[in-house]
């Protein structure tokens, strides 16, 4: 008898384990959908600072961070503190050194890499480049956002499906 209702609770638990890994996976995705709109809404207060008052890169993410909530305004003030201290730092050097601080955000390989390239591209243009830049960086952004939009639930429901299904199977091999 106590065999198994210990057998019972490990099938609950390997179930209710193979549960919470298909909800980690869907925040996952989540979380990576709100990171990019993010960053979007990063570069339009970018965009409005730079083109339209005129601000330098440090008063714009200086700005934008304070606007901004999260680990991206947090990541754009860290950006003006960077460009302010400066230590004969470029701006790409400041900006690759903070994107480390988004190590650990569920990124897209493909999505740091454009983060990666608008920084890299954004210090040293003049206006009309850099809002060329900040245009291009808001297409891939839409592209990606849209993306993630029109397979955010089929995903979510895969994850959670899938998970289930295998904890479910799981537990019926073992019995």
């Known amino acids: ?3 198994l209702m210990i057998r019972a609770a490990g099938a609950v638990l ?3 384990g193979a549960a919470g890994l298909g909800t980690f996976f869907s925040s996952r995705l989540l979380l990576r ?3 990019l709109e993010d960053l979007r809404k990063l570069v339009f207060l970018l965009k409005g600072e730079i083109l339209y008052g005129n601000s330098s890169l440090e008063e714009a993410f200086a700005r934008a961070g304070g606007r901004l909530d999260g680990r991206i305004g947090r990541f754009a003030e860290m950006v003006a503190e960077g460009i302010g201290e400066r230590q004969g730092r470029g701006f790409q050097e400041i900006w690759k050194a903070e994107m480390e601080s988004l190590a650990d955000l569920p990124l897209d390989r493909e999505d740091r ?3 990666e390239s608008f920084g890299g591209q954004l210090g040293y243009l003049d206006r009309q480049m850099q809002e060329r830049t900040m245009l291009l960086y ?3 952004l839409e592209l990606a956002i849209g993306g993630l939009r029109e397979r955010k639930r089929e995903a979510c429901r895969l994850y959670t499906g899938l998970s289930l299904a295998g904890g479910l199977f ?3 091999i073992m019995c």
Do not use: D, Y
Request: glycine share 0%; hydrophobic share 65%; charged share 20%.
């Open 33 to 35: 959908l709100r990171l």
């Open 138 to 140: 808001l297409e891939q």
């Open 1 to 3: 008898m106590v065999r």
């Open 14 to 16: 390997v179930v209710a």
């Open 113 to 115: 890499e454009q983060l």
């Open 170 to 172: 799981f537990v019926i």
